[in-house]
């Protein structure tokens, strides 16, 4: 059974970079899947972010690809998110998931970790 | 991109009822489609994908139609358990993955 657990700041001043992490646990991330990033800011709905192969290459949700890079540590069995130049439209629930059923879906996710953009 | 609709916004419904969910994109998705549930404070749970397939656990009671712009979820009869607020997804062609505004089933 896949787990994810998300860490991170909660709070994140205006201009500056959120960097979350999540860590796998009951799979390792070098045998495939795509591992994504999805938010949800508070009261409203889904928001890819983007995803990341196994293999290092990335997707990114086109609305925010200038600000957005997702890397990924065989080694530490985690994959992270970086977004760029934050503002309050940034706060959100931010979700790590991913497909085992195919690519694209979400079957497993992590239980989201709220991060809000104020100074 | 690919845009999702859903509707109706808000459901609302007794134990034992029926739910039908709709859900239509602006251009063709194929089967790429999903469906998910989400409860206050908790991950979304994946329901259905490509369409018709229930995932890993999920209750006979809920099924999906259709194929590409329009797609049906139903909960046969709705078990207390249900009310929540449901997405749709897709995948066709990504990036992007999108995802509907979501439709709330709440007690009547």
């Known amino acids: 059974q896949v787990q994810l657990q998300e860490s991170g700041p909660g709070l994140v001043k205006p201009s500056e970079t959120l960097s979350l992490t999540c860590a796998v646990s009951?799979?390792?991330?070098?045998?495939?899947?795509?591992w994504g990033w999805i938010r949800q800011p508070p009261g409203k709905g889904l928001e890819w972010i983007g995803s990341i192969y196994h293999s290092g290459s990335t997707y990114y949700n086109p609305s925010l690809k200038s600000r957005v890079t997702i890397s990924v540590d065989t080694s530490k069995n985690q994959f992270s998110l970086k977004l760029s130049s934050v503002t309050a439209a940034d706060t959100a629930v931010y979700y790590c998931?991913?497909?085992?059923?195919?690519?694209?879906?979400?079957?497993?996710w992590g239980q989201g970790t709220l991060v809000t953009v104020s100074s | 991109e690919i845009v999702l609709t859903q509707s109706p916004a808000t459901l609302s419904l007794s134990p034992g009822e029926r739910a039908t969910l709709s859900c239509r994109a602006s251009?063709?998705?194929?089967?790429?489609l999903a469906w998910y549930q989400q409860k206050p404070g908790q991950a979304p749970r994946l329901l259905i994908y490509?369409?018709?397939n229930r995932a890993t656990g999920i209750p006979a009671r809920f099924s999906g139609s259709g194929s590409g712009t329009d797609f049906t979820l139903t909960i046969s009869s709705l078990e207390p358990e249900d009310f929540a607020v449901y997405y749709c997804?897709?995948?066709?062609?990504?990036?992007?993955?999108?995802f509907g505004p979501g439709t709330k089933v709440d007690i009547k």
């Open positions: 490509d369409a018709s």
């Open positions: 998931a991913t497909g085992e059923v195919e690519p694209g879906y979400f079957d497993y």
């Open positions: 251009q063709s998705v194929s089967s790429y």
């Open positions: 009951g799979y390792s991330i070098s045998s495939g899947y795509y």
């Open positions: 997804q897709q995948r066709s062609n990504w990036p992007p993955i999108t």
